[in-house]
């Protein structure tokens, strides 16, 4: 296990960006039943400034439990916040980093659990939401963090979405993610921000499957310029239809639906969709071996499947 | 569609209204508008004018036929109007020949055949009573003001007992004194009748005071439901303490917020509509 290296105090400010930890935990295909599986932590990344660490952290969680655990057992994201979970103080000991907020994404093939990733976000302007289906067939908010958004969090909390309305209805409707640039303004981004507008810069929405259907549920991760999600959020969109699995020459073929890609280059573009359609898993690029575009220290690819195809990726670059 | 029950009373599934183009594709003046009502619940609308609110409000009446989705009410489907749903218009509509009990009484008749005569007068006098009207129901409409033909109004929609009561801008043409009177007024009666109450309203303090929840419409064509806020101030309602609630502001906000922002987007959502019709795309305008 790596030691605290850095202090916490002295870190806030001089992050880059909000997601500043991450893992990847990952539900081994097994014959057992479902209650004798268990999520086991592939990958632990601490994101400071300077450098990228990867910690040796191992780990297990069974239904239910722990972070990644509790996303398994609700089928949807887990927002873990506050000073007396056990759990997110175990990762601000073990980062070294002053860790907010934990949000526990859960990434569904075929209906399938496949991997729970963890991002621990710092402080900075943004929020993030978790948007439920409620028994009006309504998208409410089930989970959320905000800072700096006093008025937005208030009504947010009264605010309600039928399939199809605002952007979590927009994601539900269509099961697809989208980023929205300067929500303020965007005439899709529906709510109202504060009486003095935070100038938040991206909004992100990212609908989350379950298994045996399509659960409704909608992360919306919010951020400003100063202090991004990470250095570069993307939104690729699948070009054309995915190949089945096991075949050996996926040529799959991924547009971004929401940012230029250019200065990503092409060529890098496609060789990590290829390794997402045979992995068909959530990626992680480390700038040792995967190779990154210049610039970049570390990636993200979380995969969206429909059934068995893949029709998005989020790209996170820091 | 699912089962009747009482936290999905009045179910409004992709509701759609288009008129023929003929120029092109028919106009779909209100798209995939989804709505769930629960029993007693007082709903607003609210949206700018022209974007397809009372158009919504017909469709529930039955007045105005479907082009698609789903309506109904208590788990049945409606297929036109019926007495289970009253409608108030923003004019009451008083058959000016006839006094107010007989106003009343003429939509009492059809909802309660096998009554006395003794019986039919008694539910009038009743809800007139409960209007304020008391004193006044041998008078014709000629004899009385707006805010007592539209309390006339009221009085023959809610003596019918329905199921769900429509108000379509039911204030619109009354002076700001006699509208909060007979917000007050339909208020009392609808916490004592627990009537499921949908109110098209332009008034964003009115939608505030008299509902449980507001749906706010995007602009039209293609109008939808942008976003429902659910109004937490318990209910019965006292205006004064509602207006002095400390969150009251955030609330109002809220919802000027989002008529602005339709306001500023209306022409590009407009010059989308018209692109979307000439290429032929089925994708949405708005999200």
């Given amino acids: 296990m790596t030691t605290m290296t850095l202090e916490p105090s002295t870190l806030t400010s001089e992050l880059l960006t909000l997601i500043n930890y991450v893992e990847v935990w990952t539900l081994p295909a097994t014959d057992e039943s479902e209650s004798q599986s268990v999520l086991q932590l592939d990958h632990a990344y601490v994101i400071g400034r300077e450098d990228v660490r990867r910690l040796d952290s191992t780990g297990r969680n069974g239904l239910g439990e722990g972070i990644a655990g509790s996303a398994w057992k609700q089928q949807r994201p887990v927002i873990l916040q506050g000073e007396n979970s056990a759990v997110l103080q175990h990762v601000i000991d073990i980062s070294g980093l002053p860790i907010e907020v934990l949000l526990a994404i859960p990434v569904y093939r075929d209906y399938q659990l496949v991997n729970v990733v963890v991002f621990g976000l710092t402080a900075g302007c943004g929020g993030v939401e978790i948007w439920s289906r409620d028994d009006r067939d309504e998208l409410a908010i089930s989970g959320s963090y905000y800072e700096g958004l006093s008025s937005f969090e208030f009504i947010s909390q009264y605010v309600r979405f039928p399939k199809g309305a605002g952007v979590p209805g927009a994601c539900w409707k269509d099961g697809r993610p989208r980023i929205i640039a300067q929500p303020h303004a965007a005439p899709n981004f529906i709510r109202s921000f504060d009486k003095d507008p935070a100038q938040l810069s991206q909004c992100i929405g990212l609908p989350i499957g379950r298994e045996y259907g399509f659960a409704g549920s909608v992360i919306l991760l919010l951020s400003d310029e100063a202090k991004p999600l990470a250095r570069n959020f993307n939104l690729w969109q699948c070009e054309s239809s995915t190949p089945t699995e096991g075949d050996t020459n996926p040529a799959v073929r991924f547009t971004s639906s929401s940012l230029d890609t250019s200065d990503l280059g092409s060529d890098w573009c496609q060789s990590v969709c290829d390794r997402v359609a045979i992995d068909r898993q959530t990626l992680l690029l480390t700038s040792g071996s995967d190779g990154l575009p210049v610039g970049f220290r570390f990636g993200v690819v979380i995969p969206f499947f429909c059934n068995e195809s893949i029709d998005d990726l989020a790209v996170l670059l820091f | 569609m699912s089962k009747n029950t009482s936290n999905r009373y009045v179910e409004i599934s992709n509701l759609t209204k288009a008129y023929p183009n003929p120029f092109g594709r028919d106009i779909e003046v209100v798209k995939d508008f989804n709505m769930i009502l629960k029993k007693g619940e007082i709903v607003s609308v609210i949206g700018h004018s022209g974007c397809g609110k009372s158009t919504v409000l017909t469709m529930v009446a039955g007045l105005n036929p479907i082009s698609a989705g789903e309506l109904a009410v208590e788990g049945k489907q409606i297929s036109g109007p019926g007495p289970d749903r009253s409608v108030v218009f923003q004019s009451p509509c008083l058959l000016p020949w006839m006094t107010t009990l007989e106003n009343v009484m003429?939509?009492?008749?059809?909802?309660?055949?096998?009554?006395?005569?003794?019986?039919?007068?008694?539910?009038?006098?009743?809800?007139?009573?409960?209007?304020?009207?008391?004193?006044?129901?041998?008078?014709?409409?000629?004899?009385?003001?707006?805010?007592?033909?539209?309390?006339?109004?009221?009085?023959?929609?809610?003596?019918?007992?329905?199921?769900?009561?429509?108000?379509?801008?039911?204030?619109?043409?009354?002076?700001?004194?006699?509208?909060?009177?007979?917000?007050?007024?339909?208020?009392?009666?609808?916490?004592?009748?627990?009537?499921?109450?949908?109110?098209?309203?332009?008034?964003?303090?009115?939608?505030?005071?008299?509902?449980?929840?507001?749906?706010?419409?995007t602009n039209g064509p293609e109008a939808t439901v942008g976003q429902i806020l659910e109004v937490p101030f318990a209910r019965p309602r006292v205006r004064a303490d509602v207006l002095d609630h400390p969150r009251y502001y955030d609330f109002r906000f809220a919802l000027i917020a989002f008529l602005e922002k339709q306001e500023h987007s209306k022409d590009a959502h407009i010059q989308a509509v018209h692109e979307k019709l000439q290429q032929g795309s089925e994708e949405p305008v708005s999200a």
């Fill in chain 2, 106 to 217: 003429l939509g009492v008749k059809q909802c309660y055949p096998h009554g006395t005569r003794k019986q039919r007068r008694q539910i009038c006098e009743h809800y007139l009573n409960l209007v304020g009207l008391a004193d006044s129901m041998h008078k014709y409409p000629r004899e009385m003001s707006g805010g007592m033909q539209q309390r006339v109004g009221i009085a023959r929609a809610i003596a019918l007992k329905p199921q769900v009561l429509l108000l379509d801008e039911p204030f619109g043409r009354l002076d700001s004194l006699t509208r909060m009177d007979l917000q007050d007024t339909i208020l009392e009666i609808l916490d004592r009748e627990k009537i499921t109450t949908m109110v098209i309203t332009h008034d964003v303090d009115e939608a505030i005071y008299m509902s449980d929840r507001i749906c706010m419409m």
